[in-house]
């Protein structure tokens, strides 16, 4: 497929599309007016919600047995206005 772009009075959509030969799922995009200004956002997948989550309750000074103690983290459902997760 190839890059598209929509835009409307009220929203924008971009449309990406992957390199020949690229696979895997989408870990990170950046956006903003100017490559000076670039905003990073990370897709919604269980690597990056486990991350995220174990940055937030377990900062860098932790020990590796408390980090190993944390409940395994599944992303089942993401959409606009809500994401659903599940703790093992």
């Not at 190839?2 to 950046?30: C, D, M, Q, R, Y």
């Amino acid at each position: 497929p190839e890059t598209s772009i929509s835009v409307l009075s009220h929203n924008t959509a971009i449309g990406l599309a992957k390199a020949p030969g690229s696979t895997g799922l989408w870990e990170k995009f950046h956006f903003g007016l100017n490559a000076s200004a670039l905003q990073e956002r990370l897709f919604v997948s269980e690597e990056n919600v486990d991350g995220f989550l174990g940055t937030v309750l377990c900062p860098s000074f932790c020990s590796q047995s408390a980090q190993e103690s944390w409940p395994s983290i599944e992303a089942l459902d993401a959409s606009e206005d809500r994401i659903q997760i599940r703790l093992k």
